[in-house]
């Protein structure tokens, strides 16, 4: 089992930065893929980026690319989501999740582990 849980969200301006970061436990983080996904009112839950167990394979989806960074530090557990230029349309509840693979994936359902989520309230 993998415990994760997210860090930093909070209320913004549009334009402002905010870095999110999710902290693992449990078992061993290095060969897990990781991802950062976000749920809007109303919406589903929308991939955001996703990153390999190495750190060398990093996908986004379109609309964050150019804004958004996703790292990890294996050595200390933990998934970052640098997010910059931010937008109204980023509001959003953020999770992290893992998958015991060493492969990224944009797709929900290859993630059995998930966080509680971290609120991050973007304001025009």
């Known amino acids: 089992q993998v415990q994760l849980v997210e860090f930093g969200g909070g209320v913004v301006q549009a334009g402002d930065s905010l870095r999110l970061s999710c902290a693992a436990s449990g078992r061993t983080f290095s060969p897990y893929a990781m991802a950062w996904f976000r749920q809007a009112p109303g919406k589903e839950r929308e991939f955001i980026a996703a990153?390999?167990?190495?750190?060398?394979?990093?996908l986004y989806v379109d609309s964050v690319k150019g804004r958004f960074t996703i790292s990890r530090d294996n050595a200390k557990n933990t998934l970052d989501l640098q997010m910059n230029t931010l937008k109204p349309e980023d509001t959003a509840i953020y999770f992290c999740?893992?998958?015991?693979?060493?492969?990224?994936?944009?797709?929900?359902?290859?993630?059995?582990?998930w966080g509680q989520g971290t609120q991050v309230t973007v304001s025009s």
């Open positions: 999740a893992a998958r015991p693979s060493r492969f990224a994936s944009r797709d929900r359902r290859d993630y059995g582990y």
């Open positions: 990153i390999s167990s190495s750190g060398t394979n990093i």
